[in-house]
C-alpha cells in the first residue's frame, strides 16, 4: 500500500519568515496530493491540493509542488503568521482505493510573533 | 451546498461495551464515505471506505466494522471496545474524480 513520509514533524518559524514541509510518497498510482490544517480539538481542514498533471499550484500565501518522478511534493508557506500555528498534515490518494487518503504523520507549526 | 454530520460529539464508554458512531452527508449522491481514526497528538490513520451502498473496504484488521445501510449514512461499530480504541473519530467525504475530501465534526471517544 501507499506509504507517505512527513518532514519534519516540527517546525518553528518566527512571523513573516516562509515554512516549507515535505513529503514523498511511494505508490506510483497516487494522483491527488492534498494538505490539510488541523487545529487543535478540530477537524483537519483542506487548504490547497494537487493533482498529478500539475508542477505547481498557488492560493495567495499558500503554493503546493509535486515532483512525479521523484514522488515528492512540497508545501510552502510565505509571510508566516501566528495564526498559520497548528498541524499540517500531507496525503496521497488514488483511483484504485477509492481515493482514500493516506497520511502524513503531520508537522507542527509554530509561527512567533 | 454539502453538510457532513457526526454524532455523538463525545463519548465515554467502558472496556467490552459496544460502539455504534453514525455519519450522514447532506446536499449529495453517490458520495464515496471514509472513517478515519486519529489517537491523540498522532497522524490520522484510514479505517475503512465506501463507494456505494453495502460495499466496505477495510484497511486496518481490528475489531471494529462499518456499514453503509443507506446511500448518505455510514455507520462505524464495535461489539466489544478496547482501550486503545480511544481516539477521535472522522468521518469524511467526497465525490470520486474531484478528489477533495472534507471531514465531519468528529467523535471524540474515550474508552476506560
Known amino acids: 500500500g501507499e506509504n507517505v513520509e512527513q518532514h519534519p514533524s516540527t517546525l518553528s518559524v518566527q512571523e513573516g519568515d516562509s515554512a516549507v514541509i515535505k513529503c514523498t510518497y511511494s505508490d506510483s498510482a497516487s494522483n491527488y496530493f492534498p494538505w490539510y490544517k488541523q487545529e487543535l480539538g478540530k477537524r483537519p481542514q483542506l487548504i490547497i491540493d494537487i493533482r498529478s498533471n500539475v508542477g505547481e499550484k498557488k492560493d495567495q500565501r499558500i503554493a503546493v509542488t509535486l515532483n512525479k518522478t521523484a514522488k515528492h511534493f512540497s508545501l510552502h508557506i510565505t509571510e508566516t503568521q501566528p495564526e498559520d500555528s497548528a498541524v499540517y498534515f500531507c496525503a496521497a490518494s488514488a483511483p484504485n482505493s477509492g481515493y482514500a487518503l493516506n497520511f502524513g504523520k503531520g508537522t507542527s507549526l509554530l509561527v512567533t510573533p | 451546498s454539502q453538510t457532513i454530520h457526526q454524532w455523538p460529539a463525545t463519548l465515554v464508554q467502558p472496556v467490552g461495551s459496544p460502539l455504534s458512531l453514525e455519519c450522514t452527508v447532506e446536499?449529495?449522491?453517490?458520495?464515496?464515505l471514509y472513517w478515519y481514526r486519529q489517537a491523540a497528538g498522532r497522524g490520522l490513520q484510514l479505517l475503512f471506505y465506501s463507494v456505494g451502498i453495502g460495499q466496505i473496504s477495510s484497511e486496518v484488521p481490528q475489531n471494529l466494522s462499518a456499514s453503509r445501510p443507506q446511500d448518505r449514512q455510514f455507520i462505524l461499530s464495535s461489539k466489544k471496545l478496547l482501550l486503545s480504541d480511544s481516539g477521535f473519530y472522522l468521518c469524511a467525504w467526497n465525490h470520486a474524480e474531484l478528489g477533495e475530501q472534507y471531514f465531519g465534526p468528529g467523535t471524540r471517544l474515550t474508552v476506560t
Open positions: 446536499g449529495t449522491s453517490n458520495p464515496n
